[in-house]
């Protein structure tokens, strides 16, 4: 059995047009105006992809709705601008979560005959600073850790920031559906 991706070039021009109940003329013109760009195969024949479908679909209902071809296109710029800005604040998630995890560690603790607790694993409550010099974290590289995290929360925030909507004077808004 083969597994479709949904960016696979599958459908020729008249079959992605009866997809989208669009004319295949339409598909020609969104490809000039690079609001659907198909892939194209070794002869130039347009090949669109279960996604460029969706895409034409969403084209269709903003223009039923009355939304001008260049504002659809800015639209349609727009919502790929925020799926990207949505991709990289994850991994900068992920990668904050990465640095914690190597400054945290687990406390496991085990008792000897005696009653005495042995600290096995991870930092100590006695003193901070013997528990990274214990785990060969020194002061540099503490700083560094610092200066990492800083960076990478102030990238997280710049993305957050970035994703918001921004209007000018005199334009149009637009709901988005979701």
């Known amino acids: 059995m083969v597994h479709r991706h ?6 020729v021009i008249s079959v992605a ?6 004319h295949p003329q339409t598909l020609r013109q969104y490809d000039r105006m690079g609001l659907v760009v198909p892939t194209r195969q070794a002869g130039g024949q347009r090949r669109y992809s279960a996604e460029d479908v969706r ?9 039923r709705d009355g939304v001008s071809l ?11 601008e925020v799926d990207q800005l949505r ?3 994850g991994e900068l998630v992920d990668q904050i979560a990465v640095m914690r995890s190597h400054v945290s560690f687990s406390r496991t603790f085990t008792a000897g ?11 100590s ?9 214990a785990h060969g974290l020194h002061r540099e590289q503490r700083r560094r850790q610092r200066f990492d995290r800083r960076r990478v929360e102030e ?3 710049f993305a957050l920031e970035q994703s918001k909507p921004r209007y000018a004077l005199n334009q149009p808004r637009f709901a988005l559906p979701r």
């Open 6 to 11: 949904q960016h696979d070039p599958i459908y």
């Open 55 to 63: 895409l034409l679909r969403r084209i269709q209902g903003l223009s």
């Open 125 to 133: 409550a006695s003193d901070p600073s013997d528990d990274f010099e």
């Open 70 to 80: 260049e504002g659809i296109r800015r639209i349609v710029e727009l919502e790929v």
């Open 87 to 89: 991709d990289t604040v």
């Open 113 to 123: 005959s005696t009653g005495v607790t042995t600290n096995i694993h991870g930092p």
């Open 17 to 22: 047009a009866q997809l989208a109940d669009m």
């Open 155 to 157: 990238a997280v925030m």
